[in-house]
């Protein structure tokens, strides 16, 4: 399908960002894009990382911490934890090191290794790091859950990913997994993260962190780990359906290294900010494993989002690089820009956005907010690690999603009646696909060996998001191919009708659905909220209409609009559009197990 607004111009504050290398504070990793992407393989990610000693094999656990004691950067700061209640905890690797190692001797003291079942359901904590770093030592196969997630879809994930295994906070264990115990004979063990009442720790099974693992000797010899031996089982975010578990291996932490270096230009004196909660596979990508792969100290903030808190932590610990969501800066630009006035940020030189489109006026706003603008970048639970991005030496186009980064080949590509994949040239949306394999691509779909089977036609990985490639080779995304709207001929993705709607001044967040209409087959619905100041009204409700009319043209532009306090979001912060459509249709509103915030009316 061809792009509908193509022809409409944006706003000139929306146009190009041009990127002046005498401008950058230091140069990036990445100097040339273009080069590195025809020069790269991934045996050079491979040459940047140790390795096991002996040629164990490539340990993702080893390479995030091990490995740089043996390079005198055991007394570096890895970890600088923010706790809720003002408390700080520093964690050197060398600290780091001996603790994973702890845990790794705690499992196998209980008789767990290899292929066992850890899961991690609590919220960011050290230890939180420690138990997956530890896991990973001892070739467990790790799983971060939610830690808001409800009983129900905690026992669906340890029946699935059978958890032999669980590290929990004693609140946690004692609201939401102690009356599932019993429906989970598999799961043996319950560690408990802090000052435990006695009575919990009597029951069978139940350890406390301290005895457990604190006694343990801190030297433990990683066993051989060939690198496709399976690290981490990851639910997907839920958005469009059921949850699904994509299952990974150690070589993945090639992509690691890759884009800590690349995407998110990761120097080892950097100090790196990822707000991702730890049970969405950015909290540990992210979070976890690429900055310790990149040797930088990275902040972990206990708390939830709050602006004046965030700006608080990126002031007072001089951040350096910062990871975050389209969600959350949505919420600070709600506030404006007046929470920032006066504070000094300099330190901070790349920031970064990933989960959601993000708004061309997101990016945008980033400039003016912190004289830096958001640097997007795409990838799935799927994929691993980031696919395309934004990275710094490149010219923003704000809307786009950048560029394929080196390694990853990238298309936007049709399938014909007989199955077959063929790329489409520039400007045609088609579907997303990757050239498969790469090192942190999903092995699997857990329990779910057709729809993994599904995912690859013609050596291609077929994302299920709908893009374009333009001229220059940047892509866009248009929308998840279940969002996509189908109205009077014309296909509309969602993101650029949102897009246009929050350019106006009254509009915090928008989520597009289409409505089944006799004679159109789709008509554009929009749900808005509204920022502070703004009231819900018929002549709003115009305004907006006649905006989005302006800017996208009549046939792309919605017919109606509902004002929402809130839009439905994942725990990750994803716009589910799929459950606006739902309540709208009075359908079934399907698997809700990572809904987070909600708002019916
Ligand atoms: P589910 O697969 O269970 O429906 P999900 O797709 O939201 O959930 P994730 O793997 O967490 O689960 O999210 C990946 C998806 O998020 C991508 O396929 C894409 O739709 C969206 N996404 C991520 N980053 C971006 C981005 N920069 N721009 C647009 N969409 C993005
Ligand atoms: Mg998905």
Redesign the pocket.
Known sequence: MASQTKDVAAPAHLARIVKDPAAFVRPPHLADPAAERARFRWDDARAWLDGLPGGGGLNIAHEAVDRHLGHGRGGRTAIRWIGKSGGRRDLSYADLAAASSRFANALASLGLGAGDGVFVLMGRLPELHVAMLGALKARAVVTPLFSAFGPEPIATRCEMGDARLIVTTPELYARKLRALRERLPRLAHVVLVGEAPPALLDEPGVHAWAALVESQPAQWTIPPTPPDAPSLLHF??????R??GAQHVHEAVLAHAMTGRYALDLHDDDVYWCTADPG??TGTSYGVIAPLVSGVTSIVVEAEFDAATWYDVLERERVSVWYTAPTAIRMMMRLGTEPLAGRDLSALRFMAS?????NPEAVVWGQQAFGLPFH???????TGGIMIANVPALDIKPGS?GQPLPGVTAAVVQRDADGHVHRLGPGVDGELALKAPWPSMMRGYLHEEARYAKCFVDGWYL???LARCDEDGYFW?VG?ADDVIKSAGHLIGPFEVESALIEHPAVAEAGVIGIPDPTVGEVVKAFVALKPGFEASEALERELLGHARKRLGAAVAPKSIAFRGNLPK?R?G?IMRRLLKARELGLPEGDLSTLESDDKQ
């Open positions: 997907t975010s839920g958005t469009t359906g949850p699904k969405w596979v990933v989960g959601e489109p993000l997007d970048n795409w990838w799935q639970t799927e999603m994302s299920g998001d995304f998840r994942t990750s994803k």
